[in-house]
Each structure stands twice: as C-alpha cells, then as structure tokens.
C-alpha cells in the first residue's frame, strides 16, 4: 500500500511540476542550471559531448526497449512470467504517458544552444529521464542479486547520468528531467507493488 501511495503521490507532482513550469515558476532556476550544464559545439571537449551523446543514446530509441527486454527476461527468472510482464507493462505505459504528457504540455525545447541531438517532441517530462527511472529502480527492487551497494551505486549513476546528459546536449530544461525522474519513479513502485501483491499470495516476497 505504501509503494501505491507513494507512486500516487508522485504522478500528481509530476502534473503539478508540468502546470508549475507552463506558469513559468522554474525559469529563473532552468536557465541558470542549463547556462552550467549546457555543451557547445568548439568549446567544449569533443570527448565530453561524444561521451554524453553515447549515455543518452542508451536511453533513446530502440535500444531503450531492448534494455527493457532484458530486465522483462531478468525479473522472469526470479519472480514468473506474471511479473515479467508487469515490467514490460510498466515500462510501455510509462512511455505512453511520457509521451501523451508531452503533447498535453506542449512545452518548447530550450533554445539556449545548438541542440547536439536531434528532437521532434514537446520538452515535458523527459522520455529518457523516465524511462532510465522505471528500468534502474525496477532492476534493484526485484532482482535481488542487483540488492548490493556496488549495484545501488551503478543504477543511481545511470539514472542521473541519462538525465543530465539531455539537459547537457542542450534538448531538456532541469525541470523536464526531474519530471521524468519523477514519472519514472511513480511507474516503477507501481509495478513493484503489483509484482509483491501477487508473488505474496504465493507465499514469498520479492521485496524482503
């Protein structure tokens, strides 16, 4: 019931951060931390922008649903088939809303730089940033051997890195990142409390 709240609670923050920043209440705070972050092109090492272009590669595309397959077929292994396609449900209803929150927004790309990836959608929330939270901190909460600080640690890394590496490509404000995480975050606990509800009936607990 907690995880249910507390997914609950953060979906509604990420609508109340969507309605904050169409106020404009964030841009003093958007401008100033894209202004640190942001790469351009000349300037800044060619090794650092290849560097964050490779991580949010990782987190687009294609490739971010094959990243889910494989956590679908991991969390599989230990918990059902049921579980597995609670994940790949997570992760696709995630992306969905991701999207469908974006339209509903509709807010602007930054313009601040030359943008060092290409976009076609709204800003709001980051589909990277979302998704990275959903498979990160689904891998930690069901898979037990990722419950290890060293695997904490690498998870914590990848879903910071995803976002932050889209506001440095200059195609994200801080606030459609946090957002995503958010909305990440919100998905991922849903689906942990579907997969503990069922797997307590059968008498063991995925989270314990």
């Keep these: 019931m907690r995880l249910v709240t507390a997914s609950a609670l953060l979906f509604a923050l990420v609508l109340a951060l969507g309605f904050a920043v169409n106020a404009s209440w964030f841009v003093g705070f958007d401008a100033t931390l894209s202004h640190a972050l942001n ?4 300037p800044s090492s060619e090794w650092l922008v290849v560097l964050m272009q490779a991580i949010s590669w990782i987190g687009g595309g294609a490739q971010r649903f094959g990243i889910v397959l494989v956590l679908v077929l991991i ?3 230990w918990w059902g088939l049921r579980a597995g396609v609670v994940i790949a449900l997570a992760a696709l209803l995630s992306e969905l809303t991701s999207e469908w929150l974006k339209i509903f927004f509709g807010r602007a790309r930054p313009d601040l ?3 060092l990836d290409i976009v076609h959608s ?3 929330p980051s589909g990277h940033a979302t998704n990275a939270a959903v498979v990160y901190i689904l891998l930690i909460m069901l898979v037990p051997p990722a419950r290890h600080r060293l695997w904490y640690a690498l998870a914590a890394i990848m879903i910071v890195l995803t976002g932050v590496s889209r506001i440095m490509l200059g195609v994200h404000w801080p606030t459609d990142v ?3 995480w958010m909305l990440g975050t919100a998905f991922a606990l849903a689906a942990a409390a579907v997969v503990a509800t069922a797997d307590s009936r059968k008498g063991s607990a995925p989270l314990h």
């Design 39 to 42: 790469l351009r092109r000349g």
């Design 113 to 115: 730089v030359t943008h």
């Design 178 to 180: 946090i957002g995503g």
């Design 122 to 124: 709204p800003a709001f």
């Design 75 to 77: 969390v599989s292994r």
